[in-house]
Structures are given as C-alpha cells and as structure tokens.
C-alpha cells in the first residue's frame, strides 16, 4: 500500500517510520523543503516535498496537520489524489471536522471517503526530529465513522491502525469528544491552572522555595499544562461545549472538596480520597492487561 502523509512532525513522521518498516511505500508533504529532506535522511519517508502532486498514486492520505489546517489542506490536496484514494486524519478532536469534512467533500463533488482518526500517542516533544518508532504501539487509536462512510474505507484504515500495534476503538464524533474532554482536553486546563497558582504565590520566598522543592508528584500534574500552548488551545476552540462541560464539572468536585476542608470534615474528605484511590487505575492502561 502506498501511503501519503501530510504534516511530518511527531506523528506523521513516527507513522511514517512504522509504515515504512511494516513493508508500505511513503511519501510525505511538508511546506518547508528542510523538513522533507529531513524526513527523507530519517527514514521517515521513501519521498517527501512542498508539491503536492507527489500524492498523485496514494492508496490512503493521513492528514497530520493542526486542527485548525485539516479543512484548507484537504481543499488544496484533493485536486491532486486519485478518486478512489481515503482520507484520514489524527486530530483531537472530531464532531466538527468530521461534519465539516463531509460537506467539503460534497461541495467538491469528491468521491473520497474520509474516515475520522485520533491516535491517543504523543510525547512532549514536536517535529520530525521527535519522531520515534512504534509510538502507538499499545495505545489507543480511534475511529469515528459516520453512518455514511463507506465500510470498506473503515475496514483500510482499521486494518492499517491494528497493523501500527495500536488499540482500535470505533464510536460516533460526539461520544469521542465528550470522553477526550475528560480525560485528554480539561487535564490540560486544570494542569496549566496548577501551575500559574503556584506562580501566582505573592511571598517571593515561598514561591522560591516551591520551586527548589517541586518534584514527582508536580512534574506528574503539571506535565500537560506545560506542554504545547497552540494544540491546549486548539482543544478549547474545537471541542469548546465538551471542554466547558467537563470544566463546570470539576468546578463542582472542587467546590465540594473547599467545602469539606473549610467545615473541618475530614473522615468524608478521606473517603472521597479512598473512591478517587479506588477508580483510578479504571483509567490506566494496565488494568486492561489484568
């Protein structure tokens, strides 16, 4: 199969390294020349450049690119793809760039197929330079197909996705969205809001010696407040109801864990920690491997 790959940062190079090794032939699309040349010398990518008629033989194009360039990229890469070529893409978020990738293709009388993806994979770094195989190896990927994608493009894509040795998960755009607001999108927000208390403190030496003693377990909760400020962003812009939704329901959990600590009621607050000590690992990969 002849992959094509837009956008040769982490994901789209690391896809690209496990793509190439599991025998598929790559080309990637990047608009800076070093970037491809940097994918080639990689190993990456068989081929890449900034002309996008190297996708003129693909068999499937991952979109790789931010959240808000998935709909312009798609409008300037179908003229040059073969009709019977899939679309995907790997953003976080799903209901609105699923419906509006619907009406794209309509309005172009395109007989693409596009199949919503979202690989749950990534590290703190960016860029082809970061780039590492086997990156979704064990982790999940999700699927959001409508009820008029054609089932054979599902069936390209899933086969595709189980073949990166990742997780495969199918559910609607909506679902998806409310469930990574939880787990994936109001983290990021609480993490920021960490750290900008503890940078808000007043006392220069108690914010001094914070920072001299911050260690695991605020390296460990502040990780994702610290992490890419344009994707944190994007997730609020994108997926704003859901966001909102699981903000106003942690403000409520908050809210009744301030009560607790101001009424001194320490045996239901110690409770609350012995549920949340309980259901934690329900979130965790390793309970699946029990």
């Not at 997926?239 to 607790?260: C, E, K, M, V, W």
């Amino acid at each position: 199969m002849k992959l094509g790959i837009v956008g040769l940062g982490l994901i789209g190079g690391s896809l690209g390294l496990d793509a190439r090794a599991l025998g598929h032939v790559v080309v990637g699309v990047s608009r800076k020349l070093s970037t491809c040349q940097r994918a080639i010398s990689r190993g990456a990518v068989d081929d890449a450049s900034v002309d996008l008629s190297i996708l003129s033989t693909v068999d499937i194009v991952v979109l790789c690119t931010p959240l808000s360039d998935i709909l312009t990229t798609t409008e300037k890469v179908l003229p040059f793809l073969p009709k019977t070529s899939i679309l995907t893409d790997v953003g976080s978020v799903k209901a609105p760039i699923v419906a509006q990738m619907q009406a794209l293709l309509i309005q172009a009388n395109a007989q693409n197929p596009f199949v919503g993806g979202h690989p749950m994979a990534g590290t703190a770094n960016a860029g082809i330079e970061s780039a590492i195989p086997n990156l979704f190896r064990g982790n999940p990927y999700v699927l959001t197909p409508t009820s008029t994608t054609p089932d054979n493009a599902v069936a390209v894509v899933a086969d595709l996705v189980r073949s990166l040795g990742a997780n495969l998960y199918k559910c609607d755009p909506s679902t998806h969205d409310r469930a990574v607001a939880l787990i994936s999108h109001l983290p990021v927000m609480v993490s920021a809001s960490l750290i900008q208390v503890c940078t808000a403190e007043r006392d220069p030496l108690v914010r001094e010696l914070a920072i001299q003693l911050a260690s695991s377990g605020f390296r460990d909760t502040s990780r994702v407040g610290g992490g890419n400020p344009e994707l944190g962003r994007l997730m609020a812009e994108f997926n704003t109801d859901a966001l909102l939704a699981s903000l106003h329901q942690y403000r409520s959990q908050l809210d009744r864990i301030i009560g607790q600590v101001e009424a001194g009621e320490w045996n239901a607050l110690e409770a609350r920690l012995v549920e949340t000590q309980r259901d934690r690992p329900l979130y965790l990969k390793e309970h699946l491997k029990e």
